[in-house]
């Protein structure tokens, strides 16, 4: 008894609904990535859009568990946010390869799919203080049409190879696999459209950066300050003469940048204003006019991430200008029940700081308008923010100011507090090896320079060890209490294994612990540590 085999039958016929799975796969994710894109370059283009990837993103940094922060920054430092977002983008392309599949064989489902995820993005985007409503909900509506287009597209090529192929099959009773011609049709589609997504999501993106760049007020500029600093000289940066030590003054662009804000708020200074209100005497309102009419100082003043780990990079000193923070509060009468100062920024951070702290005279919190002689970068907050010698960046540097709430310690947790990290945090004493980093050296003299800061209590001494034995380095000049200071130990390297430490004492008199620890919840402890091979 003989038997026939059918046409449509074995391994060989089931290639093609093998084949159109994974190609609706693809069609899909490509889809989800025009979406994305399309929302990339919308963002870029209108006042008040926002990208989706970034929305999402920012749910994310909000309702992320304690410790996450400190992983994060510990692991990618301060690309974390390109990290996160990255990770959300690769979420949302596998998301839409998933939906392609499904929209193969229902496509009002895959449809109904897309609309959800464009759905959630947009209520993610609603979140944002700064976005505007109407231009959200037009962006998201566009992107997400954009998507379904894309996906209607490459489905339909799918859908048309394989009636091709069917009718061949029919015909020949062999043909079981799509037409070279139909796949290198469909490959070229998804291929122009996975170039185009690249392409306009890194204009869009690029955009959006630039924004970053210069500040958007039109109000009228920061006049110039009644109180200034004295200008450094060359020879008082010791950078200048040793390679790969840190200048005394950060530039803006290499500034470090640690904040919750995937997409930089944009505030223009002709509508911005600067609430003072809570336990206060007389709640106060302040224009920008009204602000940069209180008088005007400078001050260098160094500040630091508390995820900061030992030997790292996420400190930076430069020179601020802008108005005292006291006369400010003097403005509406700070109560003596208010304990605690909350500062609120445009796009909803909190961080709280012991009033205490901020009105003790031996110091000069500021609000500040200007860095480094130049109007606050938008990524650094532009236009106004807090900065306070001697405090971590998470309990009082508030970027993109817009008010000022004075209350009790026990009644407000700024934002990192519930997240695990303490309430009080003054900056740490600490000490950094700039040069050398590691690996291999020259014998003969070989400068080990660093920086160290106990903002706001000064440097009094650094002291470096080479194999165990400790000697005093040589420090630059202060600049004041408030800000880091280079050293420098010359040192005479030989032949072999060196293990090189580093540890600073405080103008208080206090030395920093050998006792190594992580940043949570209150800094990182320990010596910086560098092992180098002289030959």
């Keep these: ?88 983008l690769a979420v949302g392309v596998v998301v839409g390869g998933a939906l392609g599949l499904l929209a193969r064989r229902r496509f009002e489902l895959g449809t109904a799919g897309f609309v959800a995820f464009g759905s ?50 029919v015909s020949s009773g062999r043909i079981t696999r799509m037409p070279d011609w139909s796949r290198r049709s469909f490959l070229i589609r998804a291929g122009g459209v996975g170039v185009g997504a690249v392409a306009a999501g890194v204009m869009g993106r690029g955009l959006i950066e630039r924004q970053r760049v210069a500040p958007v007020g039109s109000g009228p500029a920061v006049p110039p300050a009644s109180e200034t600093v004295p200008a450094i000289l060359p020879e008082g940066d ?7 030590l840190t200048p005394i003054v950060m530039p803006n662009d290499r500034f470090y940048r640690i904040d919750t804000a995937l997409i930089t708020p944009l ?36 500040i630091s991430c508390v995820s900061n780990e030992v030997g790292g990079q996420l400190v930076g000193n430069a020179k601020w200008t802008g108005v005292r923070l006291r006369e400010v509060l003097d403005l509406a009468g700070v109560q003596p029940l208010a304990t605690q100062l909350v500062g609120r920024s445009a796009d909803g951070w909190t961080a709280g700081m012991p009033t205490a702290w901020v009105l003790d005279a031996a110091r000069d919190p500021m609000i500040a308008l200007k860095m480094n002689d130049e109007a606050l970068p938008p990524a650094h907050g532009y236009p106004a923010r807090l900065i306070v010698p ?12 817009q008010e000022l709430e004075l209350t009790t310690l026990e009644s407000f947790d700024g934002y990192w507090v519930p997240l695990g990290w ?21 014998a003969g003299r070989v400068p080990v320079a660093g920086i160290a800061w106990a903002p706001d209590r000064g440097i009094a001494r650094v002291e470096v060890a080479v194999d ?8 630059s ?4 209490d408030a800000t880091w200071v280079q050293w420098v130990y010359d040192w005479t390297a030989t032949p072999g294994q060196h293990v090189i430490q580093v540890r600073a004492t405080d103008g208080t008199g206090e030395t920093q612990t050998d006792l190594r620890s992580r940043p949570a919840p209150d800094g990182a402890r320990g010596w910086d540590t560098v092992s180098v091979e002289v030959g």
Aim: net charge negative.
């Design 477 to 480: 000049s202060p600049i004041s």
């Design 238 to 244: 010791l950078s200048s003469s040793i390679p790969g």
């Design 1 to 88: 008894m003989s038997t026939t085999t059918s046409p449509v039958s074995g391994s060989r016929s089931r290639s093609l609904p093998d084949r159109a799975d994974a190609w609706a796969t693809v069609a899909g994710a490509a889809a989800a990535a025009g979406a994305l894109s399309a929302s990339e370059l919308l963002a870029g283009i209108l006042p008040g859009g926002s990208s989706l990837v970034a929305a999402v993103g920012q749910v994310v940094i909000d309702l992320q568990p304690p410790g996450a922060k400190d992983f994060m920054v510990g692991l990618f430092g301060t690309n974390d946010k390109l990290a996160l977002e990255l990770f959300v």
């Design 267 to 302: 505030v223009d200074t002709a509508g911005w204003s600067l609430r003072i209100h809570g336990l206060v005497d007389r709640e106060t309102t302040l224009t920008w006019e009204e602000l940069i009419g209180l008088p005007m100082f400078e001050q260098y003043v160094t």
């Design 120 to 169: 959630i993005g947009f209520l993610a985007s609603l979140g944002e203080p700064v976005a505007n409503p109407a231009i959200t909900v037009v962006s998201a509506v566009v992107s997400v049409g954009a998507g379904l287009w894309i996906l209607g597209w490459l489905l339909g090529s799918i859908a048309s190879a394989a009636r091709g192929t069917a009718v061949g099959a």
């Design 422 to 442: 303490a309430k009080e945090a003054p900056i740490l004493t600490q000490s950094r090896i700039d040069t050398p980093r590691g690996g291999r050296v020259g």
């Design 390 to 401: 001697g405090l971590y960046g998470y309990v009082s540097a508030t970027k993109w100011l």
């Design 468 to 475: 165990g034995v400790w000697q005093e380095a040589r420090l």
